[in-house]
């Protein structure tokens, strides 16, 4: 890891990002076939999900990154602040296929978990370090996805919302338009009281 000579700034606005970033969707499901013969399951946000969850959070606390593919097929992420500062990764996974569509995949998947790493956020289900041990695994179809908007403060819809609610709207009605995460929709339930 790499970082800039300071990291004060950079590691004031993650320490932000992450308690505002809201729960990335698993959009995803992978079934894992295990050497013994059993299966079973675990989900994972897409790389495009996961990116669509951090921008505002990203973007409301400076934050910003770019991902380089060096020569290797290794992924270097750099997570950059508006004050200059910079954190800096990078992560080289071996694949025993040589054809373009294996490291093309191979390179999303790193840029998925060093992109989510060096965030500090989840994006999947600890699958118990299955696939690395051997056990099959194959995807299943992507399940339908939530294309609701998220309500937060920084969304107009917000003061919509809470005037909504102090004319007798009800909480499930707003939930039928939007995702609202516990702690947003605690905080709408005392705005509006």
Known sequence: ?????????????????????????????????????????????????????????MKKNGLSFSQIIESDSSVTTLLMHESGEYLSGNLLLKTNEQNAQAIGSMITYAKRYSLF??????????????????NHISQTSEKEQDNRPWLNANTKEWTAAIKFLNEGGLIPKIEEKYRISKTNKEKLIKESL
């Open 1 to 57: 890891m790499e970082k800039s000579e300071s990291i004060k700034e950079i590691s004031k606005a993650l320490c932000n990002f992450q308690s505002e970033v809201e729960k990335i969707d698993l959009n995803k499901t992978v079934i894992v076939q295990t050497k013994n013969g059993g299966t079973y399951n675990f989900k994972y946000a897409t790389f495009s999900n996961g990116i669509e969850s951090i921008k505002p959070a």
């Open 117 to 134: 790493s060096i965030l500090g956020i989840v994006a999947d289900d600890d699958d118990d370090g299955n696939a690395a041990t051997g």
